[in-house]
């Protein structure tokens, strides 16, 4: 089955930038999508399709896709940004929803 | 106001059987492929079964498959997952959620319910 690989943590300082990736074999050819989970809470959706922001999620956001490795950057982060972020794809090949183990983001 | 609540939750022995319903408002239920997500205490989200919008298809991940059935209720704007044969390791808290509607297999969930929190337990 489809595997996508986090790094468990990230920090990062209020204003600077962060980035989290997701790791698949020809990630490429999948779309990505990122959810963000602040503790007690469902998930929130930040990116979808690689890099469509949903409709109130801050320009700050954005996403990118390409060869074994897709990205969310968090442009000048704030407080509130810390949280859990995941990313998903759907494997065609099994037809399986795959989601990543999770980014925990720390704001320093 | 668009929202997803769900319901059904609660402590089951292991073997047990368990219903989880969501009820959906404010959007064309009809028109979004939905989704049941859940995650263990402590862990990540794991995919657990998706449902298109007129129901032809229905996917499930290994993990649960033969044991829990996807369904839904166009008319009752309803999302439901029945659960079998239920064991230890199925505990956490079950979301549903609303595929974004532009292409069922790829889409992103982009509303999600509050939570089910399922224990499975002697």
């Known amino acids: 089955s489809y595997v996508l690989t986090q790094p468990p943590s990230v920090s990062a300082a209020p204003g600077t930038t962060a980035t989290i990736t997701c790791g698949g074999h020809?990630?490429?050819?999948?779309?990505v999508n990122w959810y963000q989970q602040r503790p007690g809470q469902a998930p929130l959706m930040v990116i979808s399709?690689?890099?469509d922001r949903p409709s109130g999620i801050p320009e700050r956001f954005s996403g990118s896709n390409s060869g074994n490795t897709a990205t969310l950057t968090i442009s000048r982060v704030e407080a509130g940004d810390e949280a859990d972020y995941y990313c998903?794809?759907?494997?065609?090949?099994?037809?399986?929803?795959?989601f990543g183990g999770g980014t925990k983001l720390t704001v320093l | 106001e668009l929202q997803l609540v769900e319901s059904g939750g609660g402590l089951v022995k292991p073997g047990g059987s368990l219903r989880l319903s969501c009820a959906a408002s404010?959007?064309?239920?009809?028109?979004?492929?939905m989704h049941w997500i859940r995650q263990a205490p402590g862990k990540g989200l794991e995919w657990v079964s998706s449902?298109?919008?007129?129901?032809?298809?229905?996917y499930y991940a290994d993990s649960v498959k033969g044991r829990f059935t996807i369904s839904r209720d166009n008319a009752k704007n309803s999302l439901y997952l029945q659960m079998n044969s239920l064991r230890a390791e199925d505990t956490g808290v079950f979301y549903c959620?609303?595929?974004?509607?532009?292409?069922?297999?790829?889409?992103?969930?982009?509303?999600w319910g509050q939570g089910a929190l399922v224990t499975v337990s002697s």
């Open positions: 959620a609303r595929g974004v509607g532009r292409h069922f297999d790829q889409d992103g969930f982009d509303l």
């Open positions: 404010g959007f064309t239920f009809s028109s979004h492929g």
């Open positions: 449902i298109i919008g007129n129901s032809r298809y229905i």
């Open positions: 020809n990630i490429v050819t999948k779309t």
């Open positions: 399709y690689d890099t």
């Open positions: 998903h794809v759907w494997d065609s090949s099994s037809d399986q929803r795959v």
